[in-house]
């Protein structure tokens, strides 16, 4: 398990970002790399940023998990319904890790759910029910089938960021996370993961009406 902070203090106008995310999958599907992502936009902007990794069985396919924290946090481990957000690049991995977003409270809605899944009518309904009721915003895209069909299977970790970022509450900068993929993806990848990007940020446009 490895701990990040940032060196920087940022300016008083950037003080008022405090994220705290969890992002969950095997081993294989990027979760570290979508996590650099997250890292070199919090440290680009100037953020303090704190974070852990939990690399689990991730040679053989195993959970992969990591907490980050964007502002000013003490402790790199973010808490049982805590998180602001949730992205999942495995249904399964998303269903062990719900556990982690913030219910709605004091007229502020829940935390944020991105789920990387073939079929967004195929969720449990107990557990959708339960998410309904804490007002925790849940959203189903297929990244693989998008990372497949444009050539780049290994991109769909990019494509559900596209798709998150569309939504008009999440907290990153599509402009900004495009500077920080340029940044840490490997040149021979770094044009299609653009490309990628782009195109779910573009599908989640058309399908996230809330």
Same mark, same amino acid.
């Given at each position: 398990?490895?701990?990040?902070?940032?060196?920087?203090?940022?300016?008083?106008?950037?003080?008022?970002?405090?994220?705290?995310?969890?992002?969950?999958?095997?081993?294989?599907?990027?979760?570290?790399?979508?996590?650099?992502?997250?890292?070199?936009?919090?440290?680009? @902007?100037?953020?303090?940023?704190?974070?852990? @990794?939990?690399?689990?069985?991730?040679?053989?396919?195993?959970? +992969?998990?990591?907490?980050?924290?964007?502002?000013?946090?003490?402790?790199?481990? +973010?808490?049982?319904?805590?998180?602001?957000?949730?992205?999942?690049?495995?249904?399964?991995?998303?269903?062990?890790?719900?556990?982690?977003?913030?219910?709605?409270?004091?007229?502020?809605?829940?935390?944020?759910?991105?789920?990387?899944?073939?079929?967004?009518?195929?969720?449990?309904?107990?557990?959708?029910?339960?998410?309904?009721?804490?007002?925790?915003?849940?959203?189903?895209?297929?990244?693989?089938?998008?990372?497949?069909?444009?050539?780049?299977?290994?991109?769909?970790?990019?494509?559900?960021?596209?798709?998150?970022?569309?939504?008009?509450?999440?907290?990153?900068?599509?402009?900004?996370?495009?500077?920080?993929?340029?940044?840490?993806?490997?040149?021979?990848?770094?044009?299609?993961?653009?490309?990628?990007?782009?195109?779910?940020?573009?599908?989640?446009?058309?399908?996230?009406?809330?």
């Amino acid at each position: 398990m490895n701990q990040q902070s940032a060196i920087r203090t940022p300016q008083s106008a950037l003080e008022r970002m405090n994220i705290q995310m969890i992002i969950s999958g095997v081993g294989g599907q990027g979760v570290l790399l979508v996590t650099r992502i997250f890292a070199a936009f919090a440290l680009r @902007e100037g953020y303090p940023l704190i974070g852990s @990794e939990d690399h689990g069985m991730s040679q053989r396919g195993g959970s +992969v998990m990591t907490h980050l924290k964007i502002g000013n946090f003490d402790s790199p481990l +973010v808490k049982k319904g805590s998180a602001d957000l949730l992205l999942s690049l495995e249904k399964n991995e998303a269903y062990k890790t719900l556990y982690y977003l913030k219910p709605a409270s004091n007229g502020q809605d829940g935390g944020l759910c991105f789920i990387n899944a073939p079929n967004s009518n195929d969720m449990n309904k107990e557990i959708k029910k339960y998410l309904q009721e804490r007002r925790i915003g849940v959203y189903v895209f297929g990244a693989d089938q998008l990372a497949r069909e444009m050539g780049s299977v290994q991109s769909a970790n990019i494509a559900l960021i596209g798709f998150a970022a569309a939504h008009h509450r999440f907290p990153f900068q599509p402009e900004k996370l495009r500077e920080a993929i340029e940044q840490v993806t490997s040149q021979r990848f770094r044009e299609v993961s653009l490309k990628i990007f782009e195109k779910g940020f573009l599908e989640g446009k058309k399908s996230i009406t809330e």
